[in-house]
């Protein structure tokens, strides 16, 4: 099998300027390269600068794929937008990451397999089902780093470090949660058996507009004049991160261990098989051939000429 990566590169909070499209041509001359986007694949060779610092000088989002096994997925957000307390206890090191490099934080994850994959990435499509995992990131939506916790320690059989808290509505993921435990290889019983302790969210619509009116007369006039300032920033979605912080997820119990998850998850893969195999046999099978007058069948031949009699 030939080698195979795509690095890809996207700017998400501002448009990069002429000479910061030129001094990136300077990188690659390859590589597809607009206001918003870098993307490259290669079949040989290598990407000719350190992906992290192109993501810290110029872009929001970086997304690497290579065929022996490896993903990679990077997030750069504004230290000020996000809880940098409650993301570190999702990011124990190693595969995940959070780091800070001035005015912003990294969250750094990574997949590896020693299998191969040769047809499963699809190159420039990726990161439009994945980008929207940032905004969710802003909004103090923890869902994203509970994933990526979750995908790391599922390796780890019989740990008993326990999990940090669950966010709310971890069961009822999105399109693009959907994509990224995909892309983390994470497993669906064990994601399952991880959101039976997760709370659901259907009534915080409610209670963040509660919240909103609760707000000081000063503090409303602050958000107003800010999007009146900016209407290009998503003000809503940083009041709603503002909200998320100020309510932490509560689980509804103690927290659990990584060798009691991985257990759960084994005991859901195995009610799954077996419901899977009942279902098999109780469905209708196909009548035997011959028995109703099919092709071959003796009770549908019909007889060629009449009886002779000698």
């Known amino acids: 099998m030939s080698e195979y ?18 001094d990136l041509r300077s990188i690659s001359t390859r590589a597809e390269i607009t206001p918003t986007r870098f993307w490259n694949e290669y079949q040989w060779g290598d990407l000719k600068a350190d992906p992290a610092k192109l993501l810290a000088r110029y872009f929001d989002m970086h997304l690497y794929f290579a065929n022996w096994g490896t993903r990679r997925l990077m997030f750069r957000l504004p230290a000020t937008a996000v809880d940098l307390d409650a993301l570190r206890a999702y990011a124990p090191g190693g595969p995940v990451t959070l780091t800070t490099t001035g ?9 590896e397999t020693e299998e191969p994959e040769d047809d499963w990435f699809e190159a420039g499509h990726l990161g439009a089902s994945l980008t929207p995992l940032r905004a969710e990131l802003l909004r103090g939506d923890l869902r994203v780093a509970y994933l990526a916790w979750l995908a790391v320690q599922a390796g780890e059989v019989g740990s008993y470090t326990c999990e940090p808290p669950v966010p709310r509505g971890l069961g009822t993921g999105s399109a ?6 995909e892309f983390l290889r994470l497993d669906q019983d064990l994601l399952a058996a991880a959101a039976e302790a997760g ?3 259907s009534d915080e619509a409610d209670h963040f507009r509660a919240w909103v009116k609760r707000l000081p007369a000063h503090e409303r006039d602050q958000w107003l004049l ?7 920033l998503p003000v809503g979605s940083e009041l709603l991160g503002e909200f998320r912080r100020a309510h932490p997820p509560v689980t509804g119990g103690p927290r ?12 859901l893969d195995e009610r799954r098989r077996a419901a899977a195999e009942r279902a098999a046999q109780a469905a209708p099978r196909p009548p035997p051939r011959g028995a109703s007058g099919l092709p071959g069948s003796r009770g549908g031949e019909k007889r060629r000429g009449g009886s002779s009699s000698s």
Do not use: G
């Open 5 to 22: 990566q795509c690095y890809e590169f996207l700017a998400l909070d501002r448009r990069l300027t002429a000479q910061e499209m030129a």
């Open 103 to 111: 005015e912003h934080a990294v969250l750094d994850l990574w997949s």
């Open 176 to 181: 693009p949660l959907t994509a990224l435990a």
């Open 199 to 201: 709370a659901e969210d």
């Open 226 to 232: 800010r999007a009146a300032d900016r209407p290009d």
């Open 256 to 267: 659990r261990t990584v060798a009691r998850l991985l257990a759960r998850a084994e005991e």
